[in-house]
Protein backbone atom coordinates (compact mmCIF):
# COMPACT_ATOMS: atom_id res chain seq x y z
CA UNK A 1 0.00 0.00 0.00
CA UNK A 2 2.36 2.76 1.11
CA UNK A 3 5.29 1.45 -0.51
CA UNK A 4 7.76 2.44 2.88
CA UNK A 5 8.92 -0.77 3.95
CA UNK A 6 8.97 -0.68 8.48
CA UNK A 7 11.84 -1.17 9.91
CA UNK A 8 13.89 -1.71 13.31
CA UNK A 9 14.50 0.94 16.28
CA UNK A 10 17.75 2.87 17.57
CA UNK A 11 20.30 0.31 19.18
CA UNK A 12 20.86 0.41 22.97
CA UNK A 13 22.25 3.58 24.66
CA UNK A 14 22.64 6.11 22.04
CA UNK A 15 20.71 8.95 22.46
CA UNK A 16 18.62 10.75 19.49
CA UNK A 17 19.70 13.60 17.72
CA UNK A 18 17.81 16.80 17.59
CA UNK A 19 14.41 16.67 16.38
CA UNK A 20 13.59 12.81 17.79
CA UNK A 21 15.57 11.22 14.98
CA UNK A 22 18.00 8.59 15.01
CA UNK A 23 21.14 9.19 14.04
CA UNK A 24 23.34 6.95 12.16
CA UNK A 25 25.01 4.99 14.80
CA UNK A 26 21.34 4.21 16.24
CA UNK A 27 20.17 2.74 12.59
CA UNK A 28 23.24 0.50 12.69
CA UNK A 29 22.16 -0.81 15.76
CA UNK A 30 18.67 -1.42 15.20
CA UNK A 31 17.07 -4.39 17.06
CA UNK A 32 14.35 -6.39 15.47
CA UNK A 33 11.99 -5.06 18.27
CA UNK A 34 10.95 -1.61 17.85
CA UNK A 35 7.76 -0.62 17.62
CA UNK A 36 7.47 0.15 13.75
CA UNK A 37 7.94 -3.64 13.37
CA UNK A 38 6.04 -4.97 16.10
CA UNK A 39 3.02 -3.10 14.22
CA UNK A 40 4.31 -4.91 11.10
CA UNK A 41 3.84 -8.01 12.95
CA UNK A 42 0.41 -7.09 13.96
CA UNK A 43 -0.59 -6.86 11.03
CA UNK A 44 0.50 -10.33 9.73
CA UNK A 45 -1.10 -11.70 12.19
CA UNK A 46 -4.44 -9.80 11.76
CA UNK A 47 -4.30 -11.56 8.66
CA UNK A 48 -5.81 -15.00 9.86
CA UNK A 49 -7.77 -13.19 12.10
CA UNK A 50 -9.81 -11.66 9.22
CA UNK A 51 -10.02 -14.44 7.13
CA UNK A 52 -12.07 -16.22 9.83
CA UNK A 53 -14.05 -13.08 11.07
CA UNK A 54 -15.15 -12.37 7.50
CA UNK A 55 -15.73 -16.14 6.74
CA UNK A 56 -17.78 -17.04 9.70
CA UNK A 57 -21.71 -18.14 9.52
CA UNK A 58 -20.66 -18.28 5.82
CA UNK A 59 -19.79 -14.80 5.19
CA UNK A 60 -22.96 -13.51 5.52
CA UNK A 61 -23.44 -12.18 8.97
CA UNK A 62 -23.56 -8.29 9.05
CA UNK A 63 -22.47 -8.43 12.74
CA UNK A 64 -18.71 -10.61 11.74
CA UNK A 65 -18.86 -8.83 9.03
CA UNK A 66 -19.02 -5.70 10.97
CA UNK A 67 -16.18 -7.31 13.06
CA UNK A 68 -14.30 -7.68 10.30
CA UNK A 69 -14.26 -4.77 8.81
CA UNK A 70 -12.85 -3.77 12.43
CA UNK A 71 -10.21 -5.57 12.00
CA UNK A 72 -8.96 -4.61 7.97
CA UNK A 73 -9.47 -1.01 9.28
CA UNK A 74 -6.64 -1.51 12.42
CA UNK A 75 -4.47 -3.23 9.86
CA UNK A 76 -4.44 -0.22 7.48
CA UNK A 77 -3.82 1.90 10.53
CA UNK A 78 -0.75 0.24 11.68
CA UNK A 79 0.41 -0.21 8.10
CA UNK A 80 0.22 4.25 8.05
CA UNK A 81 2.16 4.20 11.50
CA UNK A 82 4.74 1.89 10.58
CA UNK A 83 5.33 3.76 7.60
CA UNK A 84 5.44 7.32 9.35
CA UNK A 85 7.55 6.10 12.41
CA UNK A 86 10.60 4.28 9.50
CA UNK A 87 10.23 7.34 7.71
CA UNK A 88 11.00 9.86 10.94
CA UNK A 89 13.46 7.76 13.16
CA UNK A 90 15.23 5.97 10.77
CA UNK A 91 14.10 2.49 12.09
CA UNK A 92 15.50 -0.20 8.98
CA UNK A 93 16.25 -3.81 9.46
CA UNK A 94 16.50 -6.43 6.99
CA UNK A 95 13.32 -7.91 8.14
CA UNK A 96 11.32 -4.85 7.93
CA UNK A 97 12.22 -4.14 4.28
CA UNK A 98 10.69 -7.75 3.34
CA UNK A 99 8.08 -7.56 6.39
CA UNK A 100 6.26 -4.63 5.96
CA UNK A 101 5.39 -5.45 1.43
CA UNK A 102 4.17 -9.01 2.19
CA UNK A 103 1.53 -7.39 5.22
CA UNK A 104 0.45 -4.63 3.02
CA UNK A 105 -0.03 -7.40 0.03
CA UNK A 106 -1.65 -10.55 2.56
CA UNK A 107 -3.90 -7.99 4.21
CA UNK A 108 -4.83 -6.86 1.04
CA UNK A 109 -4.85 -10.05 -1.08
CA UNK A 110 -6.89 -11.86 1.83
CA UNK A 111 -9.87 -9.46 1.29
CA UNK A 112 -10.09 -9.48 -2.07
CA UNK A 113 -10.35 -13.01 -2.62
CA UNK A 114 -12.48 -13.71 0.12
CA UNK A 115 -14.66 -11.35 -0.94
CA UNK A 116 -14.50 -12.90 -4.77
CA UNK A 117 -15.12 -16.44 -3.28
CA UNK A 118 -18.27 -14.98 -1.88
CA UNK A 119 -19.60 -13.74 -4.83
CA UNK A 120 -19.36 -9.63 -3.49
CA UNK A 121 -16.25 -8.84 -5.88
CA UNK A 122 -16.23 -9.94 -9.51
CA UNK A 123 -12.67 -12.58 -9.71
CA UNK A 124 -11.57 -10.30 -12.53
CA UNK A 125 -11.27 -7.48 -10.20
CA UNK A 126 -8.90 -9.80 -7.51
CA UNK A 127 -7.05 -10.89 -10.32
CA UNK A 128 -5.98 -7.42 -11.69
CA UNK A 129 -5.30 -5.41 -8.14
CA UNK A 130 -3.23 -8.91 -7.52
CA UNK A 131 -1.36 -8.98 -10.78
CA UNK A 132 -0.53 -5.52 -10.20
CA UNK A 133 0.41 -5.71 -6.44
CA UNK A 134 2.82 -8.49 -6.84
CA UNK A 135 4.30 -7.59 -9.95
CA UNK A 136 5.34 -3.61 -8.66
CA UNK A 137 6.85 -5.68 -5.43
CA UNK A 138 8.86 -7.61 -7.88
CA UNK A 139 9.83 -4.65 -10.46
CA UNK A 140 11.25 -2.79 -7.51
CA UNK A 141 13.54 -5.92 -6.34
CA UNK A 142 14.51 -6.14 -10.30
CA UNK A 143 15.92 -2.38 -10.25
CA UNK A 144 16.81 -2.48 -6.78
CA UNK A 145 20.25 -2.85 -7.94
CA UNK A 146 20.66 0.50 -9.81
CA UNK A 147 18.01 2.73 -8.05
CA UNK A 148 14.72 2.65 -5.45
CA UNK A 149 11.52 3.74 -7.31
CA UNK A 150 9.74 6.07 -5.05
CA UNK A 151 6.07 5.86 -3.99
CA UNK A 152 4.17 8.82 -6.32
CA UNK A 153 1.55 10.04 -5.08
CA UNK A 154 -0.75 8.66 -7.37
CA UNK A 155 0.40 5.52 -5.74
CA UNK A 156 -0.53 6.82 -2.54
CA UNK A 157 -4.29 7.82 -3.75
CA UNK A 158 -4.07 4.18 -5.17
CA UNK A 159 -4.17 2.94 -1.84
CA UNK A 160 -6.25 5.22 -0.25
CA UNK A 161 -8.94 4.12 -2.96
CA UNK A 162 -8.47 0.53 -2.05
CA UNK A 163 -8.29 0.16 1.30
CA UNK A 164 -11.73 2.48 1.29
CA UNK A 165 -13.09 0.39 -1.58
CA UNK A 166 -12.46 -3.19 -0.18
CA UNK A 167 -13.49 -1.89 3.64
CA UNK A 168 -16.75 -0.63 2.07
CA UNK A 169 -17.33 -4.21 0.56
CA UNK A 170 -16.40 -5.76 3.70
CA UNK A 171 -19.24 -4.59 5.24
CA UNK A 172 -22.90 -5.32 5.17
CA UNK A 173 -23.88 -2.53 2.58
CA UNK A 174 -27.17 -1.68 0.92
CA UNK A 175 -28.82 0.75 -1.34
CA UNK A 176 -27.10 3.94 -2.16
CA UNK A 177 -23.83 3.24 0.27
CA UNK A 178 -23.89 -0.43 -2.11
CA UNK A 179 -23.73 1.91 -5.60
CA UNK A 180 -21.57 3.87 -3.83
CA UNK A 181 -18.91 1.18 -3.25
CA UNK A 182 -19.38 -0.23 -6.68
CA UNK A 183 -17.88 3.24 -7.91
CA UNK A 184 -14.89 3.81 -5.50
CA UNK A 185 -14.17 0.08 -6.04
CA UNK A 186 -14.26 1.48 -10.04
CA UNK A 187 -11.85 4.64 -9.13
CA UNK A 188 -9.06 1.85 -7.25
CA UNK A 189 -9.05 -0.64 -9.88
CA UNK A 190 -8.17 2.57 -12.77
CA UNK A 191 -5.92 3.85 -10.18
CA UNK A 192 -4.00 0.81 -9.55
CA UNK A 193 -4.05 0.40 -13.50
CA UNK A 194 -2.46 3.75 -14.29
CA UNK A 195 -0.19 3.81 -11.59
CA UNK A 196 0.97 0.61 -12.40
CA UNK A 197 1.78 1.27 -15.52
CA UNK A 198 4.02 4.09 -14.55
CA UNK A 199 5.94 2.39 -12.05
CA UNK A 200 6.85 -0.05 -15.26
CA UNK A 201 7.90 3.04 -17.18
CA UNK A 202 9.58 4.28 -14.49
CA UNK A 203 11.28 0.99 -14.01
CA UNK A 204 13.00 0.67 -17.17
CA UNK A 205 14.37 4.50 -17.36
CA UNK A 206 16.03 3.39 -13.70
CA UNK A 207 17.21 0.29 -15.24
CA UNK A 208 18.53 1.60 -18.45
CA UNK A 209 20.37 4.68 -16.89
CA UNK A 210 21.52 1.97 -14.25
CA UNK A 211 22.91 -0.06 -17.08
CA UNK A 212 24.47 2.72 -18.92
CA UNK A 213 26.23 4.06 -15.90
CA UNK A 214 27.72 0.61 -15.05
CA UNK A 215 29.22 0.44 -18.40
CA UNK A 216 30.82 3.99 -18.40
CA UNK A 217 32.09 3.07 -14.86
CA UNK A 218 33.47 -0.62 -16.49
CA UNK A 219 35.02 1.86 -19.47
CA UNK A 220 36.59 4.02 -17.14
CA UNK A 221 38.10 1.48 -15.37
CA UNK A 222 39.44 -0.10 -18.30
CA UNK A 223 40.64 3.14 -19.84
CA UNK A 224 42.52 3.97 -16.80
CA UNK A 225 44.19 0.33 -16.65
CA UNK A 226 44.98 0.73 -19.74
CA UNK A 227 46.60 3.95 -19.33
CA UNK A 228 48.32 2.66 -16.20
CA UNK A 229 49.98 -0.40 -18.00
CA UNK A 230 51.37 2.48 -20.92
CA UNK A 231 53.09 3.73 -18.01
CA UNK A 232 54.25 1.30 -16.52
CA UNK A 233 55.64 0.29 -20.28
CA UNK A 234 56.70 3.48 -20.69
CA UNK A 235 59.50 3.85 -18.00
CA UNK A 236 60.48 0.49 -18.65
CA UNK A 237 61.34 1.45 -22.16
CA UNK A 238 63.35 4.62 -20.67
CA UNK A 239 65.63 1.86 -18.31
Known amino acids: MTGVPASAAGGSGTKPVRGGKLGTAAVNQASLWNIANILTMVRLLLVPGFVMLLLHNGGYDPAWRSFAWAAFAIAMITDLFDGHLART ?21 AALICLSYLGDLPWWVTGVILFREIGITLMRFWVIRHAVIPASRGGKM ?36 VTGLDYVRQAIVL ?8 RAAAADGASGVSESAGASDSAEAER
Open 89 to 109: YNLVTDFGKIADPIADKAIMG
Open 158 to 193: KTLAQGTAVGMYVLALTGPLATLRFWMMAVAVVLTV
Open 207 to 214: RRKGLAAE
